[in-house]
């Protein structure tokens, strides 16, 4: 019971705000060579970075790149787009694209990503991305409700990617877990309504935790999907 109470209470800055990022091209099963033309939507996020890795399905990067927001040329308002070089021992071969945005302290705050078909030469057949709706929407909490005695109501819907479980954090500028839940996939691709109680504890008092909702992708082992919420933490 003392650890009930003396569990901080938790003010929730902006529960609807998942931070936008959308993949434009190439889009889901395009075949591409070397280098990948990417193309996205992002927003603006001062100091931060993004990155864009390529994963094989062993679950290896073959190829990342790391830029920093507020300098690189090709961010333009919301408009971003950049290069990203390969090579494959084979002549095709199937890999994950993620693109990533970084806050200050290298904590991933959002992160889409296309399955493409890795071409060592030869055509190139790229479909545009389509994102009719979002991924994940939470309807609980609302902006400046209080959560306290350890557990944060979670309420909302979420399109998993795959049949992986979708995890639910929450984390620390230090980037520790005070609370974790998971939601398991029973339909892929098809929206699910979840109620989750996600129970918390911090061991001192924090400015700041971040909750994350990500997915990882089979085979590839790598978070496929990823969305994050800033909340506001009081002793």
Same mark, same amino acid.
């Given at each position: @019971?003392?650890?009930? *109470?003396?569990?901080?209470?938790?003010?929730?800055? /902006?529960?609807?705000?998942?931070?936008? *990022?959308?993949? $434009?091209?190439?889009?889901?099963?395009?075949e591409?060579?070397?280098?990948?033309?990417? %193309?996205?939507?992002?927003?603006?996020?001062?100091?931060?970075?993004?990155?864009?890795? $390529?994963?094989?399905?062993?679950?290896?990067?073959?190829?990342?790149?790391?830029?920093? @927001?507020?300098?690189?040329?090709?961010?333009?308002?919301?408009?971003?787009s950049?290069?990203?070089?390969?090579?494959?021992?084979?002549?095709?071969?199937?890999?994950?694209?993620?693109?990533?945005?970084?806050?200050?302290?290298?904590?991933?705050?959002?992160?889409?990503?296309?399955?493409?078909?890795?071409?060592?030469?030869?055509?190139?057949? !790229?479909? /545009?991305?389509?994102?009719?709706?979002?991924? *994940?929407? !939470? #309807?609980?909490?609302?902006?400046?409700?209080?959560?306290?005695?350890?557990?944060?109501?979670?309420?909302?819907?979420v399109?998993?990617?795959?049949?992986?479980?979708?995890?639910?954090?929450?984390?620390?500028?230090?980037?520790?877990?005070?609370? %974790?839940a998971?939601?398991?996939?029973?339909?892929?691709?098809?929206?699910?309504?979840?109620?989750?109680?996600?129970?918390?504890?911090?061991?001192?008092?924090?400015?700041?935790v971040? $909750?994350v909702?990500?997915?990882?992708?089979?085979?590839?082992?790598?978070?496929a999907?990823? #969305?994050?919420? *800033?909340?506001?933490?009081?002793?």
């Amino acid at each position: @019971m003392l650890l009930i *109470l003396n569990t901080p209470p938790v003010q929730v800055s /902006n529960a609807r705000e998942a931070t936008p *990022l959308t993949i $434009l091209n190439p889009g889901e099963g395009s075949e591409v060579t070397s280098p990948i033309h990417l %193309s996205a939507e992002i927003q603006s996020n001062p100091g931060g970075l993004i990155r864009i890795a $390529l994963v094989n399905r062993e679950g290896q990067e073959i190829s990342r790149k790391l830029l920093r @927001m507020d300098t690189e040329k090709s961010i333009s308002g919301a408009a971003f787009s950049t290069d990203l070089p390969f090579e494959i021992p084979t002549d095709q071969a199937r890999a994950l694209l993620t693109l990533s945005t970084l806050d200050s302290v290298y904590q991933t705050t959002a992160l889409r990503s296309v399955e493409v078909l890795l071409n060592s030469e030869g055509g190139i057949a !790229i479909l /545009n991305q389509t994102n009719p709706e979002p991924w *994940l929407k !939470i #309807d609980n909490p609302q902006p400046s409700e209080f959560a306290s005695g350890g557990v944060l109501i979670l309420e909302g819907s979420v399109t998993p990617k795959g049949e992986s479980p979708v995890i639910f954090e929450l984390i620390t500028a230090e980037k520790r877990v005070v609370g %974790s839940a998971q939601l398991a996939v029973t339909n892929p691709n098809l929206p699910m309504p979840f109620e989750i109680n996600l129970k918390y504890k911090f061991k001192s008092p924090s400015k700041e935790v971040r $909750l994350v909702v990500r997915q990882t992708l089979y085979p590839y082992n790598t978070t496929a999907m990823l #969305d994050s919420l *800033l909340i506001s933490s009081f002793p």
